[in-house]
């Protein structure tokens, strides 16, 4: 049993987008097991995004990340890390396929709308930046053996 962080980025609030990008995840078959509604800093956007630190595009992203609330998520299931990150599709937005969120609804890459973990290192660290422990539910669902 593998955890991620997903968050949907500001402009996926904005846009009225939260409730079905967490469809997208409840359909798979996924677990939640946190969700809060979040203003990040600064210094927490420059953590979440410290391996693009130096790269061209950092400081628009991390102005972007923090002009406005996000929706911070851990999420729960076997290889969830691997297949969110097939839910939610290709960076640019012009890879990007359709039936991914990203190929459904995002027109311009650095407003591609859901940030997911691509590790089981980030994921943990993605989480701790967003989450302290005792904010992950714990619990089981009897439809689990189905899945
Ligand atoms: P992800 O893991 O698919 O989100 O992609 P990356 O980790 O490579 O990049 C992080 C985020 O930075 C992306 O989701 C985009 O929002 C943004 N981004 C990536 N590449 C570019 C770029 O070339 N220009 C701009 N402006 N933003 C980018
Ligand atoms: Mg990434």
Redesign the pocket.
């Known amino acids: 049993m593998e955890r991620t962080f997903l968050m949907v980025?500001p402009d996926g609030v904005q846009r009225g987008l939260i409730g079905r990008i967490v469809s997208r995840f409840e359909d798979k078959g996924f677990k939640l097991v946190a969700g809060k509604l979040v203003q990040a800093s600064e210094d927490q956007a420059k953590r979440h995004?410290a391996?693009?630190e130096g790269?061209?595009?950092f400081d628009?992203?991390v102005s972007?990340?923090t002009s406005g609330p996000v929706f911070a998520m851990v999420w729960e299931g076997d290889d969830v890390i691997t297949l969110s990150?097939t839910v939610?599709g290709?960076?640019?937005v012009t890879e990007a396929l359709p039936g991914t969120i990203?190929g459904d609804f995002a027109a311009h890459?650095?407003?591609?709308l859901?940030?997911?973990?691509?590790g089981p290192e980030s994921a943990e660290r993605e989480i701790a930046n967003f989450f302290d422990l005792h904010e992950l539910a714990d619990y089981s669902k009897s439809i689990s053996p189905w899945i």
């Open positions: 980025k995004y391996e693009h790269k061209p595009f628009e992203l972007f990340i990150r939610i290709k960076t640019k990203r890459t650095p407003f591609n859901i940030h997911g973990s691509d």
